[in-house]
Nanobody
Framework: QVQLVESGGGLVQPGGSLRLSCAAS????????MTWYRQAPGQERELVASITRGGSTNYADSIKGRFTISRDNAKNTVYLQMNSLKPEDTAVYYCNAGYDSAGGAGARWGQGTQVTVSS
């Protein structure tokens, strides 16, 4: 069964940086688009950034110029480099990936990783 496991969250001061990772495993043939979302308390989940298998990227306006999404297809892993973090970036960050696997095609969510930006 395909699983996504996020890591790299934590507590950081405003202006600091964090790098999130999301690794997919479980009989995967290939991963299609990989996307980072975030959800702050009391708010709806929102798209942060996405990247296709070929490397085309898309970013939310709120994080353009500060966050960079990348991926390693050989490792089935997507990264989110977050710089110049602001308190409003505080949220649980989730990755989502579309895949084709031995068990069929589908999409999966990770369990989420908490990012807290506070002094």
């Amino acid at each position: 069964q395909v699983q996504l496991v996020e890591s790299g969250g934590g507590l950081v001061q405003p202006g600091g940086s964090l790098r999130l990772s999301c690794a997919a495993s479980g009989g995967i043939f290939f991963i299609n688009t990989m996307t980072w979302y975030r959800q702050a308390p009391g708010q709806e989940r929102e798209l942060v950034a996405s990247i296709t298998r070929g490397g085309s990227t898309n970013y939310a306006d709120s994080i353009k110029g500060r966050f960079t999404i990348s991926r390693d297809n050989a490792k089935n892993t997507v990264y989110l480099q977050m710089n110049s973090l602001k308190p409003e970036d505080t949220a649980v960050y989730y990755c989502n990936a579309g895949y084709d696997s031995a068990g069929g095609a589908g999409a999966r969510w990770g369990q989420g990783t908490q990012v807290t930006v506070s002094s």
